[in-house]
């Protein structure tokens, strides 16, 4: 294929995902007040809006952030099938294998950030507040930022086993090596989740558990890949 070909191949699958995208980011702003009271709900302390357009911006980027969600299947697509034509067989059946459970990955930290490691750590903080004597007003902005970085920022902590198997095929970790350090990760995790969570033994354990299960899945999967 020419160097004019691929371009205009990738010009018509970038203007498929840009369609796709708006359209769905307008399905998203009709749903951005729903999505807004729904958070709200999970987390029941009260939200101001600090400036006369905070409310009205944070509502636009709630839309626009559910309109590249609910496209991603799409941007995924076009996406593949541009790079998929430069790939042997055994990478297509590589990509085809990888991409659902990174997908599974991403959508299992999403929910354990907002169920488990923010619901906790937003008590833990409204609590420490209170205890100061200062009450808990939070700018509307900010929570939604807070939410949605912690979020994404636990959908790629979630890909560990992905990124774990990768670099054993390429022969630069190995499962024994991995193993021997299980001591040391185990005390890390430990020690941020301690940081990061009230100081009681329960919610240090709901924080820390899942991530050692992530770990220890981490390990197991580089053992049985070939």
Known sequence: ???????????????????????????????????????????????????PTEALVTEIRIGILTGVVLASPVIIYHGLRFVMPGLTAKERQGVWLIMPAALLLAVMGVVFSVFILLNIGMLFLASTATSLGIQNMWSVAKFVSLVVSTSLIMAVVFQLPLVMLMLKKLGIISPETIAKRRRETYVAIMVIAAIITPPDAVTLALVSI?????????????????
Request: no cysteine.
């Open 210 to 226: 899942p991530l050692i299960l992530l770990f220890e899945a981490s390990v197991a999967i580089t053992r049985m890949s070939r």
């Open 1 to 51: 294929m020419l160097l004019e070909e691929h371009l205009e191949e990738l010009r018509k699958r970038l203007l498929h995902v840009i369609v796709w995208t708006a359209l769905l980011s307008v399905a998203g702003l009709a749903a951005a007040p729903k999505a807004l009271q729904l958070l709200t709900s999970l987390f029941p302390f009260p939200l101001v809006a600090l400036s």
